[in-house]
């Protein structure tokens, strides 16, 4: 599985939108790239996922470049409830395993 | 809307003791896992499940056992617990191993080995 790299922490005003970015420069073509995140003491929750066309969901929207090297999950309307941290997933669509590497810490801030 | 329920929430082991972390998703969900996540570091995935009657190591698999009892159940096993085996433990699961479907996860549970 290719390997992601993301900030650390970004910071995000309230009622702005987010954009977190990842950095998948060795992606293949058949993996897929996922977005969690993790709130503090809860389990990881699934937000979004993406081939290669973008997607959007009533959680956030996923935009992949065009040559899918990297890509940018959007909060369109941050709330202090999105604070978290964020993993961007790239993995291929069998085995089912999911590396976590540390993610962003994003935190909203009013 | 249950999930992923795992019992128990909390757990306070001394060395050497065993114990079995229960795991178990209403969703219908062929493949299931375990991670653990240690403090600042992000999951790591211990064992999993692509579908009932089989099981392969992950990451980390040293130390644990499991056993899918069924397809709703997926358990873990310390059977001689370890201090380094203090951590928070993630159960998920998925509609297919396979495909593209997502991981839902469970709250955890936090184990402590004294």
């Known amino acids: 599985d290719a390997k992601t790299t993301q900030p650390p922490s970004m910071d995000c005003a309230e009622g702005r939108a987010a954009n977190l970015p990842c950095n998948h420069s060795?992606?293949?073509?058949?993996?897929?790239v996922y977005w969690y995140r993790q709130i503090h003491s809860q389990g990881p929750q699934y937000i979004i996922h993406?081939?290669?066309n973008n997607e959007t969901n009533e959680m956030a929207s996923l935009i992949i470049t065009e040559d899918r090297k990297s890509s940018t999950l959007i909060l369109p309307h941050a709330t202090l409830r999105d604070t978290a941290v964020y993993y961007c997933?790239?993995?291929?669509?069998?085995?089912?395993?999911?590396?976590f590497g540390q993610g962003t810490e994003l935190s909203v801030k009013p | 809307n249950a999930g992923v329920t795992q019992t128990p929430k909390f757990q306070v082991l001394k060395t050497g003791q065993s114990m079995t972390l229960q795991c178990a998703q209403d969703?219908?969900?062929?493949?299931m896992y375990w991670y653990r996540q240690d403090p600042g570091m992000g999951l790591r995935l211990i064992y999993y499940s692509a579908s009932e009657g089989t099981t392969d190591k992950g990451e980390v698999p040293n130390g644990y056992n499991v056993s899918r009892l069924n397809k709703r159940e997926f358990s873990l096993r310390l059977e001689s617990a370890a201090p380094s085996q203090t951590s928070v433990y993630f159960c998920?699961?998925?509609?297919?191993?396979?495909?593209?479907?997502?991981?839902?996860f469970g709250d955890g549970t936090r184990l402590s080995i004294l």
């Open positions: 998920a699961s998925s509609a297919q191993g396979g495909s593209n479907q997502p991981q839902h």
């Open positions: 997933i790239v993995r291929r669509n069998q085995g089912g395993k999911l590396i």
């Open positions: 060795t992606i293949s073509g058949n993996e897929y």
């Open positions: 969703m219908n969900h062929n493949s």
């Open positions: 993406g081939l290669k």
